[in-house]
């Protein structure tokens, strides 16, 4: 399985921004969705994953009730809605693949792509 995200940028605080990570390789629905964040100088860190149907879903804390994490199995498609965007959401964003639940560990994943980068700005 090989992923491709997009979609960063330079924005406002405040502003929104929808990242997609685009896979390819063979059952797609097979595999849990994940999002990552790393900033400068600090550890990768879980942002939100969603299961292989779409049905489930787990998210940080630190961006509950503003992102939204979803999937089209169709496209081989994963998304991130960033709503309500905050400096500290500055980041190097990494989409992520796997098959051991909802888990918040980088570990548990097996397939990554390559990184967006995301700047939040005053």
């Known amino acids: 399985v090989q992923l491709q995200a997009s979609g960063g940028g330079l924005v406002q605080a405040g502003d929104s921004l929808r990242l997609s990570c685009a896979a390819s390789?063979?059952?797609?629905?097979?595999?849990?969705f994940a999002w990552f964040r790393q900033a400068p100088g600090k550890e990768r860190a879980f942002v939100a994953a969603?299961?292989?149907?779409?049905?489930?879903?787990r998210y940080a804390d630190s961006v509950k009730g503003r992102f939204t994490i979803s999937r089209d199995n169709a496209r081989n498609t994963v998304h991130l809605q960033m709503n309500s965007l905050k400096l500290e959401d500055t980041a190097v964003y990494y989409c992520?693949?796997?098959?051991?639940?909802?888990?918040?560990?980088?570990?548990?994943?097996?397939?990554w792509g390559q990184g967006t980068q995301v700047t939040v700005s005053s």
């Open positions: 992520a693949a796997g098959s051991m639940g909802l888990s918040y560990y980088p570990a548990q994943y097996v397939y």
């Open positions: 969603i299961s292989g149907g779409g049905g489930g879903t």
């Open positions: 390789g063979r059952a797609f629905s097979n595999y849990v």
